[in-house]
């Protein structure tokens, strides 16, 4: 599997930014799907919608749509995220 990993945004359906994060992702190309996980950049926690669809948008620009939920820990939130079809920039 390929894993890439880097700063972007999440993304609401309607475009409006739910946080900027921390992503890393691998892509399974053979079942064409894409998985991972993100963490906020501010900090700040448990994103205000606790699940649902939204856009991964990563450095450059490029965009991929994704199903997500939150894991609380003792450590902290962590956004698990998965993609169906191309991950962003392909």
Known sequence: ME???GVGRLLAP???ELAAV?????????????RGTA???????ALAQPAGPATLEIEG???????????????????????RGAPPGE
């Open 61 to 83: 620009g490029a965009q991929a749509p994704v199903h997500y939920f939150q894991r609380h820990t003792p450590d902290g939130t962590t956004i698990v995220f998965t993609g």
């Open 22 to 34: 921390r992503y890393t992702y691998e892509i399974d190309r053979r079942n064409r799907v894409w």
């Open 3 to 5: 894993s890439h990993s």
């Open 39 to 45: 963490t906020r950049l501010d900090g700040e926690g």
């Open 14 to 16: 309607d475009g409006t």
